[in-house]
């Protein structure tokens, strides 16, 4: 157990930091949005490929703060009908929810690990200003390996309440 605690820690870090590269991205379509509307608007010169930055910056910001919302809770649960239920039914559920997030997001690691391959071979690139796709696939598929972590370390953590004496 103590093990798993240790990379719990180093996950729950792992996450945190890579949580950076998504505000980052968000602050950057920040600036870029604002940027561009005033230069649009008052100098009538907008940025060039802004819509093919704003739908990239959209994927880093999400896929590399997803871990650290799981980590800090602030995914949607509904759990008004798990509460009612006993201690070990709500261990049950627990572990079979964290069973299928994992196996979910193994299968959303893998098919983005797949689909950048096809945008590397491919040369796909975006429509306006030319920005190969496939290295920043990679980085979503890459960013939902935490995911992955965390959802096996609650699993493996959740699994002896199920089987614990007592209800």
């Not at 996450?15 to 600036?31: R, Y």
């Not at 602030?74 to 627990?94: C, S, T, Y």
């Not at 797949?114 to 920043?136: C, K, M, N, W």
């Amino acid at each position: 157990m103590m093990r798993l605690n240790t990379f719990e820690k180093f996950n729950r870090k792992f996450s945190m930091s890579i949580e950076w590269v998504g505000l980052a991205a968000l602050l950057l379509m920040m600036l870029i949005t604002t940027i561009d509307i005033i230069g649009a608007k008052m100098f009538r010169v907008p940025i060039f490929g802004v819509l093919d930055a704003m739908m990239i910056l959209q994927l880093v910001g999400m896929s590399f703060s997803v871990a650290s919302a799981l980590v800090l809770g602030r995914h949607v649960q509904v759990e008004f009908f798990v509460m009612m239920l006993p201690k070990r039914i709500q261990a049950a559920v627990d572990c079979i929810i964290n069973l299928l997030g994992f196996v979910l997001f193994v299968l959303i690691v893998w098919r983005l690990g797949v689909y950048a391959h096809g945008l590397q071979i491919d040369g796909e690139v975006s429509s306006t200003a030319r920005i190969p796709l496939y290295p920043f696939v990679y980085g979503a598929a890459f960013a939902c390996i935490p995911v992955c972590l965390i959802y096996a370390t609650t699993f493996v953590k959740a699994v002896p309440k199920v089987f614990k004496n007592g209800s």
